[in-house]
């Protein structure tokens, strides 16, 4: 007696500080996950540094704006010997002789005007800085959504989790029942085993749900570019909160001013109207600019000439103009032409993107209206469950009216949750679409 007492005592203590480790793990917030993945997501990295090297580019130099500027040095030598034969007669012989040569020189080359080329191409580095930004934001608002998506998901199978666990403590209370009643020959051998079936067939379920909760977690960290895989994930949310405020006209106005798809879209017209001026620029004049200085020694080891200096400054002017170009009237013809098309995308993705909005507003309120129904629907299966175990203990309801009842409380708990999901993702699809996916990080 007094062992199964202590027994019970150290299970209970074991079971407390496994309950205390567990309360104080950090529960981690929808906010929590997005800051640590945002910081941490490799994908994203990546995106980043191909931003910052978007930045280094976008500056005058890149544009051709700036001079050239060089430095040169040099050195020559030759070693020979000569021989040669007068016509008087006789033979003058050199033998082994050094002649050097020294140079050095700096060198400046400026193209001080290409008919509006430079600026253009300036302009199209900041451009593409921009658009840039602009990547690095789809990115970011991709991977917002992404997870938290996958956060609500976890949640859904954490509910989802307790709801199976709940079915199998009531197939379990069930089985017990009909044991009972079968040795005292209340029940048939028949019940018996349905009530074991079912007992079975719902813990199945749990341990399969199990799996699924656990690959959702694993997701989960691989989102947020965490190592560990087996250790359990506490997350703050116990329920999936759906938001009611949302308005249609709000987000259309707000999609045509923050959606990133028609920024980057912005972002692809104006680098067309920068390739046309670039083309354009061929027919004006170009001018350019060149100035130097050198210094030059020679030293002779024959000859009249020992030693031969020079130094001084060269520079220099040119102008000039391209009379003719067979691809040029093509290629600006072409460039016009990706102009216009440039506009064409921008007014077809806005087409879409509306017609995305009205979808998904559309699926947003049915689900909201669904939820609304399946709540109702929920009441009215617990109500009807609590009505039928009590007329199952009294003996007045067969097992399978039962467990009829049983599994329409559990239906009636899996389509609203379903509901709520479905109704959370629309939520964070027509955010993201109107580019205010960001506000789960406030």
Request: charged share 25%; aromatic share 8%; hydrophobic share 35%.
């Amino acid at each position: 007696m007094n062992l199964s007492i202590n027994r019970k005592y150290m299970l209970g203590a074991v079971f407390m500080i496994v309950a205390s480790a567990f309360a104080q793990e950090q529960q981690l917030t929808l906010r929590q996950c997005l800051e640590k993945g945002l910081e941490n997501n490799y994908s994203l990295r990546i995106v980043r540094n191909e931003q910052q090297m978007a930045d280094n580019n976008a500056n005058r130099a890149n544009a051709g704006q700036l001079p050239t500027i060089s430095a040169s040095a040099g050195y020559s030598g030759s070693h020979s010997s000569r021989s040669t034969t007068l016509r008087e007669g006789g033979t003058t012989d050199d033998r082994n002789f050094l002649d050097h040569t020294l140079n050095a020189g700096i060198n400046a080359e400026w193209t001080v005007f290409d008919g509006f080329k430079m600026q253009a191409d300036y302009k199209r580095l900041r451009e593409l800085k921009l658009q840039s930004e602009t990547q690095t934001r789809i990115a970011v608002e991709d991977y917002i959504a992404d997870l938290s998506s996958e956060y609500y998901n976890f949640v859904q199978q954490r509910i989802r989790m307790r709801n199976l666990n709940y079915a199998v403590r009531l197939s379990k209370e069930r089985l017990r029942i009909v044991q009972e009643r079968y040795i005292i020959g209340n029940n048939s051998r028949l019940d018996l085993q349905q009530a074991q079936v079912d007992f079975n067939a719902d813990s199945a379920q749990s341990l399969k749900q199990r799996e699924t909760l656990a690959s959702s977690r694993i997701r989960l960290r691989r989102l947020m570019a965490e190592r560990d895989m087996h250790t359990w994930l506490s997350v703050a949310d116990t329920a999936i909160d759906v938001n009611y405020g949302l308005s249609f006209d709000s987000l259309w106005k707000a999609t045509l001013l923050h959606n990133s798809a028609i920024i980057n879209a912005a972002h692809n017209h104006t680098l067309a109207r920068i390739d046309y001026k670039s083309v354009r620029s061929r027919d004006y004049p170009y001018v350019k600019m060149n100035a130097g200085y050198g210094y030059s020694m020679s030293q002779y080891a024959i000859g009249s000439t020992k030693k031969r200096q020079e130094w001084g400054a060269d520079f220099g002017l040119t102008v000039g103009i391209k009379l003719f170009d067979g691809k040029r009237r093509s290629q600006v013809r072409n460039a016009r032409l990706a102009v216009e098309n440039a506009e064409i995308e921008q007014q077809d993705l806005e087409l879409s993107l509306y017609a995305d909005l009205c979808d998904l507003w559309q699926a947003y309120e049915n689900n909201h209206r669904l939820l609304a129904l399946e709540r109702q629907n929920l009441v009215s299966a617990r109500e009807n469950y609590y009505i039928a175990h009590e007329r199952y203990l009294l003996g007045d309801l067969s097992g399978i009216e039962m467990r009829e009842a049983q599994k329409s409380l559990l239906d009636a708990e899996e389509r609203i949750l379903v509901a709520e999901y479905n109704t959370k993702l629309c939520e964070i699809s027509l955010l993201q679409l109107s580019g205010g996916i960001t506000a789960y990080l406030e």
